[in-house]
């Protein structure tokens, strides 16, 4: 069963795509195709009847199905959740009644389905068809359904009558794909309205709820916003999922949960009572929800004993401008409440550990994330940057180093470095640039690490947290508070390297 998983890996691993993101026509033809795979499948009737909630948006679409199955799984009910992206094992995206599958299990459904015979969709198509059949197989109650990129063109899509569907804050990502205007990104994530289903959505910026609103009356949708959580509603508890930011995640989950009790005659509570008293289901759901990666705070214990607990990550997978300002202000207030607690007199120091991809523009990130953090008062050392471990391994694999002989290309972190030091400098008053100074490692003698007067280029992610971890060790009265974030898929390989 062992080889079996992983030959069932090796397969899932043969379906990355090598670019990372397709052109407008090749994706268009592998959303037509996904209907072809439904068929094949036999999956047309089982999605059908599945009874889910399909959520898309740019920021906490997974934050709002982790709280919405929470929900429902604390009223008693078969629950299945697809969220993306995976951070370490890629069971992770399939979760059943809050948790994840046994391996056994999953290797079985992946051998399953890689060995049929026909042309392969992608990995994303591929694990949104397993979802389907999982979810069919284990005959959910409920299917809770995250959108990959977008709406209208997104594998998921392939869901014609949902119960209920959710559009989370809107912004400015990947627009390379869905559009440069907030209109344009808006009329992608209302692909996913049906005809005569409601919908809901949170306070979005005019042009965008324009939009939305257009589509829905095309649609003859019953759209409706949803209010944020008042917090006193939870009884003195706090949200399972950290950040102020998060409230409004939870008023969207708490409307969307209600409706589709609603609508599948399990309740007869009025969505709008909600404001006023919270059901226990709802309290406990929204209080015990869970998801890695998101305002999480982890203190790395691979230090000496006289360091324990100087080095605490702060991971947020924050990559859009609207959501680092978010993350910013997450840490801030997160590094603050830490001040208080702590007892010791150890200085505190804030670094940042940053990557994105390079369709992203450093440009209207770091100014977001510099400006927020400056104003509650906490300002970065330095900046790490840093290439991902998870672009050169396979799926499934929970390894902290690259295969053998693969060479690393870090020029978009060199990148990210020369923009981080002109906003800096600019910010000081003092705009001329300094060079670089590319040097052997002292940490590895055939890696190089360069290293500019508020920043650093790592050669690979391993080496920043050995710097990091002999700096505390090295300065035993220092703590360092590290906010990483940029990339969901950096806050996978930094799990894979932190002690707990």
Request: hydrophobic share 40%.
């Amino acid at each position: 069963m062992a080889q079996a998983y992983d030959e069932a890996m090796d397969a899932l691993s043969s379906l990355i795509t090598k670019k990372s993101r397709s052109s407008k026509p090749v994706a268009d033809q592998r959303f037509d195709r996904m209907f072809d795979y439904v068929k094949i499948l036999d999956l047309e009737e089982p999605i059908n009847q599945m009874k889910i909630i399909h959520v898309a948006g740019t920021k906490g679409k997974g934050s709002t199905c982790v709280f919405t199955e929470a929900i429902l799984r604390n009223y008693g009910f078969h629950t299945g959740l697809f969220t993306s992206p995976h951070l370490i094992d890629v069971r992770e995206r399939f979760r059943l009644n809050g948790g994840h599958m046994h391996r056994k299990v999953f290797g079985i459904f992946l051998v399953a389905k890689c060995s049929d015979d026909m042309p392969m969709p992608t990995l994303f198509h591929f694990l949104s068809l397993l979802a389907f059949k999982i979810f069919a197989t284990e005959l959910v109650d409920v299917a809770i359904i995250e959108v990959g990129l977008g709406g209208q063109r997104d594998a998921t899509n392939v869901i014609q009558s949902p119960v209920v569907c959710g559009i989370t804050p809107l912004g400015y990502d990947h627009t390379e794909i869905l559009g440069n205007t907030l209109e344009e990104i808006a009329g992608q994530k209302a692909g996913i309205f049906k005809k005569g289903v409601p919908a809901f959505t949170v306070s979005q910026p005019p042009e965008a709820m324009q939009v939305l609103e257009q589509k829905a009356s095309q649609l003859d949708v019953c759209l409706q916003v949803a209010n944020q959580l008042d917090g006193n509603l939870l009884n003195g508890l706090h949200l399972g999922l950290a950040g102020e930011h998060q409230y409004v995640n939870a008023g969207l989950a708490i409307m969307l949960s209600s409706t589709w009790l609603q609508r599948t005659g399990h309740s007869k509570v009025n969505p709008v009572d909600l404001t006023s008293r919270l059901p226990e289901p709802y309290i406990k759901g929204l209080t015990t929800a869970s998801l890695q990666g998101r305002a999480q705070i982890i203190a790395d214990r691979a230090c000496d004993n006289q360091s324990q607990g100087d080095l605490v990550f702060y991971l947020d997978g924050a990559h859009s401008p609207e959501s680092m300002e978010v993350c910013a202000n997450w840490f801030s207030l997160a590094v603050k409440e830490d001040r208080e607690r702590e007892s010791c007199l150890k200085d505190s120091s804030q670094i940042l550990l940053f990557n994105c991809m390079s369709v992203r523009d450093p440009h209207l990130l770091f100014p977001r994330l510099l400006d927020t953090c400056a104003c509650q008062g906490i300002n970065f050392k330095k900046a790490l940057f840093v290439p991902n471990m998870s672009l050169y391994t396979k799926v499934g694999s929970s390894s902290s180093s690259l295969p053998i002989g693969v060479e690393v290309d870090y020029s978009w972190q060199r990148t990210l470095q020369t923009v981080w030091e002109d906003i800096i400098r600019n910010k000081r008053g003092n705009p001329k640039k300094l060079d670089p100074v590319s040097s052997v490692g002292e940490y590895d003698n055939d890696t190089s690490v360069i290293s500019c007067e508020n920043s650093m280029v790592f050669s690979s992610l391993p080496l920043a947290i050995k710097w990091l971890r002999e700096t505390v060790e090295q300065n035993k009265s220092i703590r360092l508070q590290v906010l990483v974030t940029g990339s969901l898929h950096l806050i996978g390989d930094v799990l894979k390297l932190v002690k707990t």
